[in-house]
């Protein structure tokens, strides 16, 4: 089965009943879920974003070792930076204010999401 939407290949499931194998159809297309979920988590970032723009509260920044630039954690949702990232748990944490200087330290694709939530706000 194709999905219909971004055209990728879904995989049947395959489960035991009643003593024989039986195909079900993929129930969502990870790949457009995926899609909704982050873009749904982005317009959430707005509600909070407020204090942190301001630079009155910390943001949260995620780094694989050995990295120069840090992402920007989405809130809410742990596993995904502003850029789309996957965040490991292993990642380095550090918790620091929003300014000039934090500003050149960032991804540039996360800085660029944020700016772009920024205008959406105002
Ligand atoms: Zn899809
Ligand atoms: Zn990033």
Known sequence: MICPVCHTGLEWTTRMEGGQHRRFNALACPVCLQQKSRAFY???QKEYLPPVLAGE???TLT????ARR???RLMGEPTHAF???AVSRNWFKRYLRLD???RAQLCPR???VLDQLRQEMS
């Open 57 to 59: 509260t910390d943001m």
């Open 63 to 66: 780094y694989p070792a050995g």
């Open 83 to 85: 850029c789309g990232e």
């Open 100 to 102: 000039d200087q934090l």
């Open 42 to 44: 982005l317009q959430l």
């Open 70 to 72: 840090y992402h920007i």
């Open 110 to 112: 996360c800085l660029e």
